[in-house]
């Protein structure tokens, strides 16, 4: 609290008013010159032993302590390691650190590097410079970065003194999906535009006949608006399926069903609304239960989507045969046609929603483009495995295995 001369200066006050004091009390003068003594040679002593420099409080003050550097600390490289995505510590415009996956988008040799060469993209350029002008920055899209169709975000975190880090964000599959989700609702509109489009022309030509058609021409007029119509209903169901079995993909099955009984039953329905070749569908199916885990009314659909579709594009008079085989743990539900089968280049792309292969086959038909993605979310929901094998000018295959439930853990 005092420095040494200070406390000096007060010790010999304080004893000159005890001295003073001890006089207006009617001390004898023996005795105020002992006290003025004792008083002396006590600060004198008391003075003596004091360092002529106040030690200063160990270690340094918390508020002058040099800054800890984060991105140089060793839990830093410990953290930016785990996460899965980029991650740069700069310090200046240097790197001094990239987590694994900085370094196989943006290379090694980013290490040590300026950071306005190492993320090469006009716009990070930009956005990296105008950090050193202490700029607030917003996320930055990094449109085509890497390669073209791409999108990241970079955003960035500033610390102390000018150390930094940028954080680096794929979008691409988001911008992925948000594409798909928009190509559908085109599809779909574009789907029931057509269909809807020949329900009005006829109806207006009919209103426009004012009755005068005679009757094979009203007739086929009226059959023309009821197939195009049941056109549209067909779509509108299998979009309502499609949206179904999507917001159900990730909720397990829990409920014990018999797959040969759900093909059994199914088949039977097939057979019934076929007019033209009911006796084309052979079945060869197991006479003991096939238990699984599933949907009843997905499996049914499931069922009926392929052997419809081997109907459709199986030649006439020719059989579509639907199997089940036990394979171990497994049971494999097939169903082959003899047709005009499928080239390899289509096969990846059945499943995808509205793809066709002869989109004017297809709607002859009365098809949607949606029968096999609809088996495909389906089959994934049972944790099926769906194969497609196909053979020009021979037929086609479609099989999927579902996995066997363990009937006495079901059971109980
Ligand atoms: P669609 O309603 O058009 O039948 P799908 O999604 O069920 O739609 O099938 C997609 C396309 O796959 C069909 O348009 C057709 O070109 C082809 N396809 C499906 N199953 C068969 C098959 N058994 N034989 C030949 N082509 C098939």
Do not use: C
Not at 12 to 36: H, K, N
């Amino acid at each position: 609290m005092f420095d040494r001369l200070s406390s000096l200066v007060a010790a010999l006050t304080l004893v000159a008013i005890a001295v003073i004091f001890a006089a207006l009390a009617g001390g004898d003068a023996l005795s105020i010159i002992i006290l003025a003594l004792a008083g002396i040679i006590g600060t004198a002593i008391v003075y003596n032993a004091l360092p002529s420099v106040l030690p200063e409080p160990k270690g340094p003050a918390p508020a002058e302590a040099p800054p800890v550097s984060l991105i140089r600390h060793p839990d830093f490289a410990l953290w930016v390691d785990q996460e899965e995505e980029p991650l740069i510590g700069v310090a200046g415009n240097v790197v001094t650190i990239a987590n694994d996956a900085a370094v196989r988008l943006l290379g090694r040799h980013i290490v040590g590097a300026d950071i306005r060469t190492a993320i090469r993209h006009p716009a990070a350029t930009e956005w990296l410079a105008r950090i050193g002008e202490g700029a607030a920055l917003d996320t930055l899209n990094l449109f085509d970065f890497p390669r073209p169709g791409q999108r990241w975000t970079m955003r960035v975190a500033t610390l102390s003194g000018s150390d930094r880090i940028i954080f680096l964000s794929d979008r691409s599959a988001i911008d992925a999906a948000d594409r798909m989700r928009s190509d559908f609702v085109a599809n779909a509109s574009h789907e029931l535009r057509t269909p809807l489009a020949a329900v009005l022309g006829y109806v207006e030509t009919l209103q426009d006949m004012n009755g005068e058609a005679d009757g094979p021409t009203r007739h086929r007029f009226l059959s023309i608006i009821a197939r195009e119509a049941g056109r549209m209903q067909q779509l509108v169901i299998d979009l309502l399926s499609i949206s179904r079995v999507e917001a159900d993909r990730f909720r397990r099955p829990t409920t014990p069903v018999d797959l040969a009984a759900i093909v059994r039953h199914t088949v039977a329905g097939l057979r019934d609304s076929e007019d033209k070749r009911p006796n084309d569908i052979v079945t060869k199916l197991p006479e003991d239960p096939q238990p699984m885990l599933g949907d009843e009314a997905q499996l049914g659909q499931l069922v009926h989507n392929v052997v419809s579709n081997a109907m459709k594009y199986g030649r006439a008079g020719t059989p579509v045969t639907v199997e089940l085989v036990r394979e171990g743990r497994r049971v494999r539900l097939s169903v082959s046609d003899e047709g005009d089968g499928i080239a390899p280049d289509h096969l990846p792309r059945l499943t995808e929603r509205f793809y066709r292969v002869d989109e004017a086959r297809s709607r002859s038909v009365g098809g949607t483009g949606l029968g096999l993605a609809i088996v495909k979310h389906i089959s994934e929901r049972h944790q099926g495995q769906l194969d497609i094998d196909s053979e020009v000018g021979k037929g086609t295959k479609v099989s999927v295995t579902f996995p066997i439930a363990d009937v006495g853990r079901t059971a109980a």
